[in-house]
């Protein structure tokens, strides 16, 4: 059975800095996995998604990596905003159209 | 100009009680889904809709019923509510050309007294 983790669940980090979120999975066999940002009260914005077949994708500061083979994620976040202080989630994919998301990272970027 | 909408945002309501959730996207998409957060933050998928018809079903109580009217709805229909039904609901839907891509309602915060 999928079980998708994330550490830590909240973080702290002063504004400016570079900074890196971790995903894990225990099956290696996804078809994607997708990094997402929870804003309080409103829905989820995907903000990368990695096929299986790719290692890494970037979207502005934000660089997410996949490594299959070890069940690992990291999304990395470059010189961090106060805007950017929301939850982030992992989610995989599996074949049979399954979406298993993780508990998130809180994330607070102090001024 | 919302992509996909719910309604209500906040529902509070009485052990037994039944309450539909409704949504809405207006992206033209074929597929739509309901997800529900626990007090733990895990988001789990109940239930997908593809052209008007159940794709998953996570296993999901039959207490919960979704219906869609047509494509640019999918509502949720919850009876005999339960303490533990209490959860934030959240609505998506994509499109079969890129169904890894789900736009998200802004979500329904339910709590069963």
């Known amino acids: 059975k999928q079980e998708v983790t994330q550490i830590p669940a909240a973080l702290s980090v002063p504004e400016g800095e570079n900074l890196v979120l971790n995903c894990s999975f225990t099956?290696?066999?996804?078809?994607?996995l997708q990094w997402f940002r929870q804003d309080p009260g409103k829905g989820l914005t995907s903000l990368l998604l990695?096929?299986?077949?790719?290692r890494e994708q970037t979207s502005g500061r934000l660089n997410a990596s996949l490594d299959k083979s070890s069940g690992r994620s990291t999304l990395y976040i470059a010189a961090s905003q106060p805007g950017d202080s929301a939850t982030y989630l992992c989610a995989v994919r599996e074949g049979d159209d399954k979406i298993i998301f993780g508990k998130g990272t809180r994330l607070h970027i102090l001024p | 100009d919302t992509a996909v909408s719910q309604t209500p945002k906040y529902l509070v309501t009485q052990m037994g009680n039944d309450k539909s959730i409704k949504c809405e996207q207006n992206?033209?998409?074929?597929?739509m889904y309901w997800y529900k957060q626990d007090s733990k933050k895990f988001l789990k998928i109940m239930f997908s809709?593809?052209?008007?018809?159940?794709?998953i079903n996570e296993t999901v109580p039959n207490r919960f019923s979704p219906k869609s009217p047509d494509k640019a709805h999918l509502n949720l229909h919850i009876n005999s509510l339960e303490l533990g039904d209490s959860a934030v609901y959240f609505c998506?839907?994509?499109?079969?050309?890129?169904?890894?891509?789900?736009?998200f309602g802004p979500g329904t915060r339910l709590t069963v007294l």
């Open positions: 099956d290696s066999a996804i078809y994607n």
């Open positions: 992206l033209g998409h074929d597929t």
């Open positions: 809709y593809n052209n008007k018809e159940l794709i």
């Open positions: 990695i096929q299986s077949s790719q």
């Open positions: 998506a839907s994509s499109s079969r050309l890129a169904p890894d891509t789900q736009y």
